[in-house]
Nanobody, 127 residues
Framework: QVQLVESGGGLVQAGGSLRLSCAAS????????VGWFRQAPGKERDFVAT????????YYADSVKGRFTISRDYAKNMVSLQMNNLKPEDTAIYYC????????????????????WGQGTQVTVSS
């Protein structure tokens, strides 16, 4: 069992930056990929970005490409999401998730294909 713990959310003005972190509690990620999803009130949980743990291949949603950067740190057993030039529409609860087994890049964008989830961290961007 992998427990994921997110941190780094908060309130920021439009154009500002935040850095989210996801740590695996109790063991290493030992995952094929670790990703970030977000869910705004009344909306579905949407893909934001994911990174394959071994190769470091990254994938992004079009809405965040060029503004967000996902990275992993082996030594700290952590995945981070650097979010720059934040917009009010980025406001949501952000969730970290891990997937154990290999799958296609298409399936990595689907929340249903992840095995473990964190509790989420709130990101609020004011205009």
């Amino acid at each position: 069992q992998v427990q994921l713990v997110e941190s780094g959310g908060g309130l920021v003005q439009a154009g500002g930056s935040l850095r989210l972190s996801c740590a695996a509690s109790g063991r290493t990620f030992n995952s094929y990929a670790v990703g970030w999803f977000r869910q705004a009130p009344g909306k579905e949980r949407d893909f934001v970005a994911t990174i394959t743990w071994s190769a470091g291949t990254t994938y992004y949603a079009d809405s965040v490409k060029g503004r967000f950067t996902i990275s992993r740190d082996y030594a700290k057993n952590m995945v981070s999401l650097q979010m720059n030039n934040l917009k009010p529409e980025d406001t949501a609860i952000y969730y970290c998730a891990s997937r154990l087994a290999f799958t296609t890049d298409y399936r990595l964008r689907l929340a249903s294909n992840y095995n473990y989830w964190g509790q989420g961290t709130q990101v609020t961007v004011s205009s």
